[in-house]
């Protein structure tokens, strides 16, 4: 047992000395037109949850998070600001909500919801890598802070994907097999938590969408990696969802 400790110890301290820190900072929503919010609409302007346009009539969110907000019935696409009226992005109401049939909101397993909008948005979507990103890699996260009332602006910041190992080690209560997890120190979870879509760059240079932010850690969560649903785990029920759609 004590070797088991010794075990242990050596390995946090190890973690602490990789640990991942990267600078934030604005963006332009503008080249980045598929972020989108989950709005109530009028009269309430504030926005609930993030997510990203992958079809011009479709946008993914994390269930678990809709699920929260039971009475937005709007979407806010390429809105540059977390909250704002309709001159805040494109606003279009939602037609439907299919979540995923296994979702569940304690371990966030299939955290994922297929938001079918009533009429197609003109921005551009985000094309869905359903491919992992290796651990070790980069990745970025780009959003708002919702807990910074002060704040309404877009950002981003590069995150490092992390091993299944290390995130079941900081979040053991989560099932990692539909989720993944990524770090950066410099995104604490209160006034620097950037509420965002997880995405890579593909080797022509566009953005690929590899997960929706799917926990949002407490103030006393610090130092602790970001949970992303996979989607590469979620093809199976999201694809036959935009396929059809034929747009």
């Avoid at 979540?99 to 948005?121: A, G, M, N």
């Avoid at 490092?160 to 120190?185: G, M, V, Y």
């Avoid at 760059?201 to 649903?229: H, I, M, W």
């Amino acid at each position: 047992m004590p070797h088991t400790l010794v075990a242990m110890t050596a390995a946090a301290a190890l973690a602490v000395t990789v640990a991942f820190t990267s600078p934030f900072a604005k963006v332009d929503v503008g080249i980045k037109p598929y972020l989108s919010q989950l709005r109530q609409g009028p009269p309430a302007y504030s926005m609930g949850c993030s997510g990203a346009l992958v079809t011009s009539s479709i946008v993914l969110f994390a269930g678990s998070c809709v699920k929260s907000y039971p009475s937005h019935g709007w979407v806010a696409i390429g809105p540059p600001y977390k909250h704002g009226k309709e001159d805040n992005g494109e606003w279009i109401q939602i037609e439907s909500k299919t979540f995923h049939p296994r979702l569940s909101t304690t371990t966030f397993e299939y955290d994922v919801v297929v938001v079918k909008l009533v009429s197609p948005s003109k921005h551009d979507p985000v094309v869905i890598l359903w491919d992992d990103a290796p651990p070790g890699s980069t990745a970025w996260v780009r959003g708002w802070m919702p807990r910074n009332r002060t704040d309404r602006n877009l950002y981003e910041a590069p995150v490092r994907i992390e091993t299944t190992a290390t995130c079941r080690s900081q979040l053991p209560w989560l099932d990692f097999k539909t989720i993944q997890c990524a770090s950066n120190d410099a995104i604490q979870n209160c006034f620097t938590g950037i509420d965002g879509p997880l995405t890579t760059t593909t080797k022509s240079g566009v953005d690929a969408l590899l997960g929706l932010l799917s926990l949002q850690l407490s103030c006393f969560e610090v130092n602790r990696p970001s949970d992303y649903s996979r989607l590469s785990k979620l093809r199976d029920f999201v694809e036959p969802l935009l396929c059809p759609l034929n747009v």
